[in-house]
């Protein structure tokens, strides 16, 4: 694995980590501060700006009944400086999916966009 991949990796790792411990500081870090930023919850509506995106994600974490999201499944494309990680979410045990957006700013990966979409569970 590349320096590149694993730096996006940690970056995804630390965007999930912030959550579960409810860390709102280290969430603003995440977050990009030039490039724009967007974010899809689960059963939400379209967030645009970067005060949009980071009300929603402070309310989450000050919910004291928001479940933790348990990650894996991480796929990571680098393309120069922006990146990619499909991934598997478990939010209160319901299957989720996600994409996240990465850009490069100052040598740091941040998060540009979060896209979480439920899983259609296969009836039969």
């Known amino acids: 694995m590349d320096a590149a991949t694993e730096a996006v990796l940690a970056a995804n790792a630390a965007f999930y980590s912030a959550f579960n411990e409810r860390d709102t500081a280290s969430m603003d870090v995440i977050w990009a501060r030039r490039a724009a930023v967007s974010c899809i919850h689960p059963h939400g509506n379209l967030l645009t700006s970067r005060e949009q995106v980071m009300a929603s994600w402070f ?8 479940g933790k999201i348990v990650v894996g499944g991480e796929v990571v494309s680098v393309r120069g400086e922006m990146a990619m990680v499909a991934c598997r979410e478990f939010v209160a045990g319901t299957p989720v999916v996600a994409t996240n957006l990465f850009v490069l700013e100052d040598g740091h990966w941040r998060m540009a966009h979060h896209h979480g979409s439920p899983v259609a569970l296969a009836r039969g």
Request: hydrophobic share 60%; proline share 12%.
């Open 59 to 66: 309310a989450m974490l000050a919910n004291p009944a928001q």
